[in-house]
């Protein structure tokens, strides 16, 4: 199940899961990142998951794996006791006689579900969240708590969203009439993939004429925002705090970092890594990993650093004119 | 209506709006972003609102505008069915009996208003909203969802606030004794003038004495934090994630850029527009746009460029010396 | 209870607090940041709270103090009027019967309170609240409005959780097979110290299989995102809108900027302050100031400017061989 060969005692019970650090007696740990590798040689686990590589540093029974990181993420479901309230609907929530509402479902206390909604079986709503009109939810759904889908949201099957995130308020675009600005009314909605995870706190709005788009089996942290129109490729991950602006066109298998953002109407190829907190501010066509900024320093240095950065263009033209003179003389 | 001249034929029927790129017959779609000029040639829409410059190269019937963009934005509210209750308070609603609601406004599931709220004609608290105590709400205003107002927080007329907004928690103020933050406790409010759209996700602290003031017809979007005390001057557009730090004066007709920010106390004149990810650092006097940040670039290159920013000062004085030495020579 | 020396007239009656700009006739103020000095000349307050170095330049009744901000705050709590909703649970409340709540409790409106949840003496929970199963609240908190705690998560005494936070959702954990993403359930919880306080749209995640851990007198503003395993020493300060990734260790009495950032599994000194925006990408351990990126310029300026900075390494060879070359003539 885990994928993994045991070099070991194979009667030794595992109980649960800890760090390489504080796992004691009849924890399973494991070593994925090199920067905790001097852990291991002083851990109390009673087995660990490694590498090939790592197996002759590890005193304890180990479980060697290929990747084991994903050994561990297996290993992590073992022993996670999933929430599971009862299939059936809270009295206190308050549901329109016009939605669908599978018998499997569990609709939770001050739960909405308003007219047309249609959902889909095994899904679970928890406690306080609003699903609009209209909204579809595929089978095994998960919104754990105080999620708002506005009306029209569409979810896959196996999509799971965490406390107080957002999807499908509208997007924020406006004409400015010289004085004023006038809203442009959103007709689109957002269709999410199966399979996709939603941190807490996230916004996704909905498009302006076609959909935002999900793909199937991306992960969205805490407090990321996605504008209006984008389409976010298979598989991709957003880390927390990502600012998206509108009719982004992001591909598969990317990562965008924590805080990181994108300007709005470009695109960023399959296979593309931003790191933390940089900005992508044009179109990206080739894989591989991009940053911006400028890596932290002592204020007071970085104070003289700025004055500096801001005469760039002036050092770089004198630069160029003492280069002449010196090949000159 | 949408003030356009008409070049074409004035019996074709439209049933809804598209992107030059996916609409088909029967919809309306438009041309502003200059980005999407070459999908004109190619669109299967069946009239498409383009500025004089355009029209020739428009395949179909034209609606030729001053501002193509502003007119589309009319149109889109033709095509759009707005959310509209029906007035009375739901059963699952609480309400304090001291509040005041004038019996033209819907109170949505699960609503909760509290003493001395008093809530103007027309306006819709949508479901999961809670009404502090004392807040005034104008006419027309819409709470979409989930909405939280604090205590004694004022909204003009025509007011719109997305799911999850926050308006009137305490600013973040604290007095530091050596050992211990003490908190400031906030006796001001939050006053939220006509017409001002606010996005999901978005928090407005109350003032510290006085109020944190929205002009008139500003727009923010989702994920916005305004701190306490601060002023935002009428029609300024505040884009998704911005930071806004306490005290901060912003002027009219400004254009925050997404995920910019700004560092407290501090004012910015009219007109100002700033760059995504930018951060304004001091005081802004003339109008103009402004930016902060280094672009991005393959990670592998900016290691190296880093590397160098960091040394800046010490290349600058480097330079300036080698200038001496040549000159001398 | 101030720790003032008066200097003035002791029967002036104070009914209340003003900024030194806006305050009137029986309104007390304060002058602390130096950048408001210029007010204190035309101050219409019947008291200033000053130090000793402006007491000579207050022309009204003076309340002298070594920390006048520190004095300030103490103030705003005499003139305050803080919610004090009555003991006891409002019908509309949604408690399990295996929840412990003390009698002194105020559960408010529309609140749901999970199975074995314990709540300590005096603490409030406000409308909308959601506590989960076995979530340990202490003493005289207070979750303000539809706060939303995870199951497991315990808090300190006298904990102050602003609207819409979310505390212990999952931490954003997978592991990449190759082909997806594969979830690493979380396992551990939050626990948070006594005095805390947390701003409106924050979240703080469940660590993998220890705690995340929030020291004693820690404040967070609004917008927050804390990741999963970080641990946040006592005392230390995070402005709005900072992006916090995984098992992040910070120091006592640090200043996280507004809006700033720090990287995942790296560590932070005591009594380190980080400028707004930046972002912290390597571990620090010395106490002190650190900023990242540039400042802001005129964006047409800064086009130029980025553009050499790119350039940044070829410049810096350039010097060098310049150098070298004037040097051998």
């Known amino acids: ?93 308050v549901i329109d006689p016009e939605a669908r509402i599978d018998p499997s479902v569990s609709v939770g206390p001050n739960c909405v579900i ?85 941190g807490a706190g996230t916004t996704i709005d909905r498009g302006a004429m076609e959909d935002t788009v999900i793909g199937r089996g991306v992960k969205i942290d805490n407090q990321v925002q996605i504008g209006h129109n984008c389409v976010i490729g298979e598989h991709t991950i957003i880390c927390g705090c990502t600012a998206i602006a509108g009719s982004v066109v992001i591909g598969r298998y990317c990562i965008m970092g924590g805080a990181s953002g994108a300007v709005g109407h470009i695109s960023i190829a399959d296979r593309v890594e931003v790191s933390a907190m940089s900005l992508v501010s044009r179109s990206i066509d080739e894989p591989g990993r991009y940053s911006s900024g400028t890596g932290h320093m002592k204020t007071s240095r970085w104070k003289r650093v700025i004055t500096r950065f801001q005469d760039l263009d002036d050092m770089a033209t004198r630069l160029r004119h003492l280069e002449k003179q010196v090949k000159k003389d």
Chains 1, 2, 3 share one sequence.
Do not use: W
């Not at 994925?32 to 590498?51: C, F």
């Not at 993420?73 to 009862?86: L, M």
């Not at 579809?136 to 569409?154: F, K, M, N, T, W």
């Open 114 to 198: 308003e007219a047309g909604a249609d959902i889909g079986a095994h899904t679970i709503i928890g406690p306080g969240c609003i699903v609009g009109a209209g909204c579809v939810l595929g089978q095994s759904c998960h919104l754990r708590r105080a999620v708002v889908l506005y009306p029209g949201v569409r979810l896959g099957g196996n999509v799971r969203i965490d406390a107080n995130s957002v999807i499908g308020a509208d997007g924020f675009g406006y004409a400015f009439d010289g004085e004023k600005s006038i809203k442009i009314h959103h007709g689109g909605s957002v269709a999410i993939g199966d399979d996709v995870e939603i």
């Open 1 to 93: 199940m885990l994928e993994v060969e045991l070099d070991g005692d194979g009667e030794c019970e595992i109980t649960g899961l800890g760090s390489l650090a504080d796992a004691g007696p009849g924890q399973l740990s494991f070593l994925s990142n090199p920067a905790y590798a001097a852990q291991l040689a002083a851990t109390r686990a009673s087995a660990v998951i490694v590498d090939e590589k790592s197996r002759g540093d590890c005193p304890v029974n180990k479980l060697v794996s290929s990747h084991p990181y994903v050994s561990f993420a297996r290993a992590s479901a073992i022993f996670h006791v999933t929430e599971k309230p009862p299939a059936g609907i809270h009295p206190s929530a």
